[in-house]
């Protein structure tokens, strides 16, 4: 099992930025697929990027061109830096680690991002 543990959230107005951390620790991290979801109020939980242990990258469609996913592995940590924030990015982000060979996913305990005026 992998924990983690997210920081960063916050409130900001929109056109802003914010950059999200999430460290883990419990396993070999840089074989872990790890990722960033978030859910809105009444809404499903929803990927927003991911990042494989070669560096392969995916990103929602809405987000793409604003976010960036990073990790550094020598500090088993991963991030994601939101640039042109907008109302209908508000929600929860959680951290995900995704471990490939047994399919297995951890969570963290989430951080709140709100975007308003």
């Known amino acids: 099992q992998v924990q983690l543990v997210e920081s960063g959230g916050g409130l900001v107005q929109p056109g802003g930025s914010l950059r999200l951390s999430c460290v883990a620790s419990?396993?070999?991290?840089?074989?872990?697929?790890m990722g960033w979801y978030r859910q809105a109020p009444g809404k499903e939980r929803e990927l927003v990027a991911t990042?494989?242990?070669?560096?392969?990258?995916t990103y929602a469609v809405s987000v793409k061109g604003r976010f960036t996913i990073s990790r550094d592995n020598a500090k088993n940590t991963v991030s994601l830096q939101m640039t042109s924030l907008n109302p209908e990015d508000t929600a929860v982000y959680f951290c995900?680690?995704?471990?490939?060979?047994?399919?297995?996913?951890?969570w963290g305990q989430g951080t709140q991002v709100t975007v308003s005026s």
């Open positions: 995900n680690s995704h471990f490939p060979l047994t399919g297995h996913d951890d």
């Open positions: 419990g396993s070999i991290f840089a074989i872990h697929t």
């Open positions: 990042i494989n242990s070669g560096g392969g990258i």
